[in-house]
Structure formats: structure tokens, C-alpha cells
């Protein structure tokens, strides 16, 4: 069994600066990226992605739901 | 025989300790073509630890399938263990050298280490790091050069606490970093550990061993091994090492009181030197 952990871009909109989800997380499940990279440029907040990458990881303790300040977080566990 | 020493070595020596392995030209290979575009990042580490984990579902076959993606990135990119002792031999080969944030924790946890809030603590080696101002984005929060005998004071100021020190490359053999690595902010120990995707991480040169006379039963080493291979044997009151589990990165031999653990040459077990 594996969670689905859905992020909604559009209530996240700058999660590297923000980083609640990331820094709470006790089995260390989401990443944050940048989209692009540009040479001479920094990327913009808003140009920065969190996902749950290690998502078999996760013991559904839903830490991150809660801290989550805009409630883009949403975690289904699917029924076998 | 490792492989990368019978690939990269010169005449039987470690490979990272081949002088060609930091040379210019390999660099200059693995930036050509990638000159003229932006780098999108997503696409560039696509099949690197983004993509392949996020369409991992509860589907096997996937799973399979991302770990024979990654086995074969490790042309592009890939890390071995290292110990101290050769750490500071490659910081003797490798000019310039470069103290930066890293990159594993700014993804996993969202950190900047910038040298003011937070110290910094991966290495970059190698020409690529004269140009670092072309990509802010990639040496966020700025660089610090060091001279070499910075460099060594530096990677045995982060193994005395405990980090392991693993060399990363870019376009292997080039050697890009000397990167002081834990679990699970590691993303090459965490894909090693956690998925088995060997060469991201290959074990080290050495294994630790426990000489049981010496042993006091501390329990030092076993807060400090990165990769669960140390136990407590309870009724004996001696740490014990699983050889077969061991990287051979030496934090519990640097930080053993009693100096009761040695690091012995991985190649001189026969059941363990053909295990990477």
C-alpha cells in the first residue's frame, strides 16, 4: 500500500520559500525543486515544485496536512 | 575488483585517486551541447530521482523499471564512499576546490547553507567551479574557495560529527564533488538504502571491524553509523558490525573512544570484495 500524496500547485505557489511540509516530515517524503535553471539567473519563488517523491515511505502520520498553512496537501489511501 | 578502479584506475590504483579523473577535457565533454539551451532541470533529472519516484505507484512493474533507469544514469552521475585518509589524498589532486551548499538537503529539506545561517558543507572540485557564477541557482547562497590544507580541516570537521564523505560525479570518471552526506537527506545514500540502486553509492574501499578486547561497549558507533550496520550485542556489552552491511565510510572508527574499530582493505576479504 502505497499513499497518493497530492499537492495543488495553485494553494503552493512557493514552497521553497514556505518549506512547513518539508521540514516537519519525519520520513523525509517530499522534495522541492526548481522547474527551470537559467544561466546568470536565480529562479523565482514561483518557479519552484514540492512533490512526494518517497512516497512509500510515508506512514500517513499526516503531520504535513496539518501544518500545510493553505491546505494543498491531500493524502488517499487506496483499499485493497 | 571495484569497478570503476578497473574502468578508471591507473594500474590498479582507486580510480579516484587517478589525477585524469579531475582533468579538464573530460569537463569540457559533458558540457558540450548542453551550452546553448537553459537547463530545465525537471527534464535533465528526469530519469535522476524526480520523475520515476512520483509515477512510482502501487505498480511493481514501475518500480522496476525506475530502478534500470537509474542503473543506467550512473554513467552520468554516480558516488562511491570514502574514508578520511583518502579524502585528504584527493584534496591533494583536486584544484580548485570550492565549499558550497548542498544540494541533496535544499531539495529534501528546504535549507540554504550559505555560510550564515548555515555552515556549509559539500565540496565542489574542478575546473566547473570557476564558472560559478553563470548558474546562481545551482551555487545558491555563493561559494568559498579553499586552499587545500582548508579543505582537509573542513571534511574532517563534518566526519568528526558525523557525516560520511562520498565523492559524486558528473559525466563519470569526472569528479565533481566531495560531498559530506547523512540519511535521509542524502539522496544517493537514500537511493542506495532504500531502493537498491547501487550505483548512485557504491560501498567503499575498507570495512569496519570490531576488535571485541578493546570494545567497552559505548555505543558510540551505533548513533553514528549512517547505514544501519552496527548493533548492540546486549548480553555481551560489544558493538558489533554486519561487514556485509558496512560502506566502509569510517565515522564509527573516528569517533570510537577507544579506538577499537580499524578500517581493513575491502579487497583483502574474499567474500566481500567483489561487493559494492
Not at chain 2, 82 to 102: G, H, S, T, Y
Not at chain 2, 132 to 157: C, D, M, N, Q
Not at chain 2, 255 to 265: F, M, N, R, Y
Request: glycine share 8%; charged share 30%; proline share 6%.
Amino acid at each position: 500500500m502505497i499513499p497518493q500524496i497530492e499537492i495543488d500547485k495553485n494553494k503552493c505557489p512557493t514552497p521553497y520559500e514556505c518549506k512547513k511540509c518539508l521540514q516537519i516530515c519525519p520520513q523525509a517524503v517530499f522534495a522541492v525543486a526548481p522547474t527551470k535553471v537559467e544561466r546568470f539567473k536565480e529562479t523565482a519563488p514561483e518557479d519552484y515544485e514540492v512533490q512526494a517523491v518517497f512516497k512509500d515511505k510515508c506512514v500517513l502520520c499526516m503531520d504535513c496536512v496539518k501544518v500545510c498553512p493553505t491546505g494543498a496537501i491531500k493524502i488517499k489511501v487506496r483499499s485493497n | 575488483m571495484c569497478e570503476l578502479c578497473e574502468k578508471y584506475g591507473d594500474n590498479g590504483s582507486r580510480w579516484y585517486l587517478n589525477p585524469q579523473n579531475y582533468a579538464r577535457p573530460l569537463y569540457k565533454k559533458v558540457e558540450k551541447g548542453k551550452e546553448k539551451e537553459p537547463m530545465i532541470l525537471t527534464e535533465l533529472q528526469g530519469p535522476f530521482y524526480y520523475k520515476p519516484l512520483i509515477e512510482l505507484k502501487d505498480d511493481p512493474e514501475a518500480f522496476e523499471k525506475m530502478r534500470e533507469g537509474y542503473s543506467k544514469f550512473h554513467e552520468t552521475m554516480g558516488g562511491q564512499v570514502v574514508c578520511l585518509e583518502d579524502a585528504k589524498k584527493m584534496v591533494e589532486i583536486a584544484q580548485p576546490i570550492a565549499r558550497m551548499d548542498c544540494i541533496c538537503r535544499r531539495i529534501t529539506r528546504a535549507t540554504l547553507e550559505d555560510g550564515k545561517q548555515r555552515p556549509r558543507t559539500c565540496l565542489g572540485v574542478g575546473v566547473g567551479m570557476f564558472r560559478w557564477e553563470e548558474w546562481p541557482e545551482r551555487y545558491k547562497g555563493g561559494v568559498e574557495f579553499l586552499s587545500t590544507e582548508e579543505a582537509k580541516k573542513h571534511i574532517e570537521h563534518w566526519h568528526k560529527r558525523g557525516m560520511v564523505i562520498t565523492i559524486m560525479t558528473f559525466g563519470t570518471p569526472y569528479i565533481g564533488g566531495i560531498c559530506l552526506c547523512d540519511y535521509p537527506d542524502c539522496l544517493a545514500i537514500r537511493m542506495r538504502l532504500d531502493y537498491g540502486i547501487k550505483p548512485m553509492l557504491l560501498k567503499g574501499h575498507q570495512v569496519a571491524k570490531v576488535n571485541y578486547e578493546e570494545c567497552t561497549g559505548c555505543g558510540t558507533c551505533v548513533q553514528r553509523c549512517q547505514f544501519g550496520a552496527i548493533k548492540m550485542e546486549v548480553t555481551t556489552k560489544k558493538s558489533n558490525i554486519d561487514m556485509t552491511r558496512c560502506f566502509g565510510c569510517g565515522v564509527c572508527a573516528y569517533a570510537c573512544p577507544q579506538d577499537a574499530i580499524s578500517l581493513i582493505d575491502r579487497e583483502k576479504l574474499p567474500a566481500l570484495k567483489e561487493e559494492w
